[in-house]
């Protein structure tokens, strides 16, 4: 008897990591690709700090954070409806209702946006930038369109497709971007002249550029509209509309947690310094690319995988093991990312305007810790998409941006954008706590709480002796940071080395 147990457990446990050994292999190939991606992508920030001031580069970052709220309404939840319905339905059938359904839709936005791109430049505090409006007007109805082709490929598990996809637009952006503000004006400066080009055009390259790389990803998907042959399905629209419905108000308000802070940066500190401060908010917030790439690569491959594994034997276990070592990836991330911040932001961030800020330097950890329990909160929300409690989910997400605009108001005025910062923080880990608490309550999967605390608060104690031991010997910093990681990786060997006397394994 105690054999026939132990053999079941055994073969549990392989069929167990088989199933993970696949998330992480798919993670990894998005990981690839979108790192990689990102990685050239960033190298635009550079470009972009070592061009434009800090105010200029501040328009940037509001413009692109608008275009962040309103895609959330232009896609309604039907990225998540395709895959929860894909489970029962045909799965060409639904992406089809759902192409045509965005099709419709994303028309008659863009003609609204078009109508009204005046007065939207105006509320956005750039009265006299309608053009800029109109390129985004575009870039938004090119990028909504995309997304859906982009969800067939990650359900079709084509991750190398779709990651020459994204790597396309990616690197046409970045060529774009380096053509029209290093070449061409190099090239001007040596006395060739270009007709077409406007030196007073500015910042509105990096949004041109954006455009022609959102239309080269659209022509690439072109091949997947063929399933639109598929007709619409009336009543499978209605359920799928139902289901996207709450996924407005739960995307919305967590783009507010993730953009609001720069828009009411812009409203809520004075005029004068307003793009400047956005401008520094924005270049050290990309310094948490790391865990971003990391956290959005994951998300590529674990949507379709926990709606997949939700048929399978046990599916709360697997979601449990997925969160343990996920917070292990994630505390790594955090703390290799600052340990070596001295070394890497200065090569990313151009300007020493940049680095003059007296609040700068406090801006990265902060928002490292914020989008830890980002990436947690990911994992956590399963249980309302698998159960269809999506009011619940949107209430989550409702409580989680009202409280980010509210301690934005407080904080802003009073400690600037450190403020925006700490603010974002705080709500991450309250949205964490209640998403957990709810989801014990309607789909209770084990997570193992005690370990994934104490892997993040192990980050944070070999974090402050890093710091502590960099100010005693400030000259052999990069040792120390290596040290830093082979502490960490040593505590985690130790914890997760096969032993019969485990004590924090999930």
């Known amino acids: 008897m105690h054999t026939e147990r132990r053999s ?31 990685l050239i992508n960033f190298l ?40 929860n319905f894909s489970r029962s339905e ?33 509320f956005l505090g750039y009265p006299d930038q309608a053009n800029f409006v109109r390129l985004f007007v575009f870039i938004l109805a090119l990028d909504t369109l995309s997304n859906l082709p982009l969800a067939w490929l990650r359900f079709t598990k084509k991750p190398m497709r779709f990651g020459a996809v994204r790597l396309t637009n990616i690197g046409v952006n970045v060529s774009l971007n380096l053509l029209f503000l290093k070449f061409i004006p190099w090239l001007m400066s040596k006395g060739y002249s270009f007709g ?32 639109i042959v598929e007709g619409f399905d009336t009543e499978l629209w209605k359920k799928m509309w139902k289901y996207g419905r709450p996924l407005i108000i739960i995307g919305l308000a967590g783009i507010v ?7 009411l940066l812009k409203h809520l500190l004075p005029e004068d310094i307003a793009d400047h401060e956005i401008g520094i908010y924005s270049a050290f ?99 309302y998409k698998l159960n269809n409690k999506m009011n619940l989910g949107m209430y989550i997400s409702i409580g989680g941006g009202l409280a980010t605009i509210v301690l934005n108001v407080i904080m802003i005025p009073w400690i600037g954008i450190l403020g925006s910062a700490i603010a974002t923080l705080l709500v991450y880990i309250g949205m964490s706590v209640a998403s957990y608490r709810l989801g014990q309550k309607h789909y209770a999967v084990p997570y193992n709480l005690k370990i994934i605390l104490f892997y993040i608060v192990l980050s944070q104690v070999v974090y402050w002796i890093y710091c502590f031991l960099v100010k005693i010997l400030p000259s052999v910093s990069i040792l120390w940071s290596f040290i830093a990681l082979i502490l960490y990786g040593m505590v985690v060997y130790f914890i997760e080395r096969p032993t019969k006397n485990r004590k924090f394994a999930a």
């Open 196 to 227: 077409f080009y406007d030196p007073e055009f500015g910042i509105g390259y990096i949004f041109l550029s954006n455009l022609i790389a959102s239309l080269v990803m659209f022509l690439m998907l072109i091949p997947q509209w063929r399933l």
């Open 8 to 38: 079941n457990f055994d073969t549990s446990s392989v069929v167990k990591n088989t199933i993970l050994k696949k998330l992480a292999s798919e993670t990894a190939i998005y990981g690839l690709t979108h790192t990689f991606g990102r």
């Open 90 to 122: 045909k799965p060409e059938k639904v992406f089809a209702t759902g192409q045509i359904s965005l099709l419709v839709t994303t028309g008659i936005l863009t003609m609204l946006g078009l109508t009204f791109q005046h007065s939207i430049a105006g």
């Open 44 to 83: 635009l920030v550079p470009i972009y700090t070592s061009v434009f001031l800090p105010d200029e580069y501040g328009v940037v970052s509001v413009f692109f954070s608008v275009v962040a709220l309103v895609m959330v309404i232009m896609m309604y939840g039907m990225e998540t409806a395709f895959f």
């Open 285 to 383: 917030y990309k310094l948490s690319m790391f865990m971003t790439i990391f956290v959005q690569s994951f998300r590529f491959a674990a949507e379709p995988f926990f709606f997949e594994q939700s048929k399978g034997e046990d599916p709360k276990k697997i979601y449990a093991r997925v969160m343990h070592y996920f917070i292990i990836v994630l505390a790594f991330i955090f703390l290799a990312t600052m340990v070596f911040f001295d070394q890497v932001a200065p090569l990313l961030i151009r300007g020493e305007e940049f680095f003059e800020h007296p609040q700068a330097y406090y801006i990265t950890p902060i928002l490292l810790m914020a989008n830890l329990f980002l990436g947690t909160m990911y994992n956590l929300n399963i249980w």
């Open 257 to 263: 947690n993730e953009t609001i802070d720069r828009l």
